[in-house]
């Protein structure tokens, strides 16, 4: 009888997604233009004492959801530094956090929305992190459609359903107007609400990442569903001590402010935004649902919150929530 002979394999070779930590929530309680800040401290301070009794609302809700124990809760904070650069970090940060404590809230985890672009990665190698997302996209082709329609990924558009088709005829000869057809919602429940979603303008390295998509990037890491060949993105990288950078690209994507913060990734994610912010969300939503997400990242989420007895939707876009309080 033969023993049997030992295989050898390369742990290389073998497919690793790295584990994250989570949360039970992350609740962003502000995302600024740059424009915002500049309107000074009475605004950073009009916008916390706006934001607390729903931060307050929100944690409270949370607790009916846990079969004992507390709930994690991470705060998190996004500075607009993509679009407009009016200030530098060392100017900005310590009068935000000082108007967040006046308010009775702490900001654990700050973020760069230009590292949901660009980020650095292993060996100093920059991960974008918004083209990775682009290739994830999955168009679900309208009903009765012939599923034939130019790519996301050259025409830069994402709908909820089917477009209006393109005039044929000459208006002034359709005098009926029964050669317009109106576009349509993919389940829509009795009346169609469709969006069409500009994903980034420009070409090339001249391309520049709508709000939108940039903003769904950032739900996407902040409920631990994107890798860069199996490794965290975006991980928080504690404060230093010292003085904050003057320039942004020096400052990591995500800073940890609070040592004693629940993790920055979570179950759930809960956003407290200015009303100008509600077409933008929904357009994130449209996206969220169209975006294939890697099989182990969703079973470790799933494996996690089931030994916590932590009900997650199957859907990504439903694990995200948004308040949008009055005179924001």
């Known amino acids: 009888m033969n023993s049997p002979v030992p295989v050898f394999r390369e742990t290389s070779a073998e497919p690793r997604t790295e584990s994250v930590a989570f949360a039970h929530l992350s609740l962003e309680i502000g995302h600024l233009y740059m424009e915002d800040f500049v309107e000074g401290p009475d605004r950073l301070r009009h916008h916390f004492a706006s934001v607390r009794p729903w931060v307050d609302a929100v944690r409270a809700g949370l607790g009916t959801r846990l079969a004992e124990g507390r709930p994690r809760v991470s705060t998190c904070f996004l500075i607009d530094d993509y679009f407009s650069r009016l200030s530098t970090p060392a ?5 935000l956090v000082d108007a967040a404590a006046e308010a009775g809230l702490t900001i654990d985890y ?3 929305e230009s590292g949901c672009a660009i980020a650095p990665g292993a060996d100093r190698v920059p991960v974008r992190l918004a083209e990775s997302v682009l290739h994830r996209l999955v168009e679900s082709p309208p009903p009765d459609s012939s599923a034939f329609r130019p790519p996301v990924s050259r025409t830069g558009w994402l709908s909820n359903g089917r477009r209006a088709p393109t ?12 050669g317009w057809q109106p576009p349509s919602e993919t389940g829509a429940r009795g009346h169609s609400v469709f969006m069409d979603v500009e994903l980034w303008s420009g070409t090339g390295e001249q391309r520049l990442w709508s709000c939108a998509f940039l903003a769904s990037v950032w739900q996407l890491v902040r409920l631990g569903l994107l890798r860069d060949d199996g490794r965290a993105v975006l991980t928080p990288v504690p404060s230093d001590a010292g003085e904050l950078p003057t320039e942004w690209d020096a400052m990591p994507p995500v800073l940890r ?9 979570a179950y759930l ?11 933008v969300e929904h357009a994130v939503r449209v996206i969220l649902d169209q975006v294939h997400v890697e099989a182990e990242p969703l079973r470790q989420v799933a494996e996690r919150s089931g030994s916590e007895n932590f009900a997650v939707p199957a859907g990504i876009a439903e694990r ?7 005179g924001l």
């Open 257 to 265: 402010l609070n040592p004693r913060a629940a993790p920055f990734t």
């Open 320 to 326: 995200t929530s948004y308040v949008f309080p009055p």
């Open 269 to 279: 994610t809960c956003s407290v935004l200015p009303g100008r912010f509600l077409p």
């Open 91 to 95: 100017e900005l940060v310590p009068p």
């Open 110 to 112: 700050l973020a760069r």
């Open 167 to 178: 005039q044929r005829s000459s208006p002034a000869m359709d005098f009926e107007g029964a």
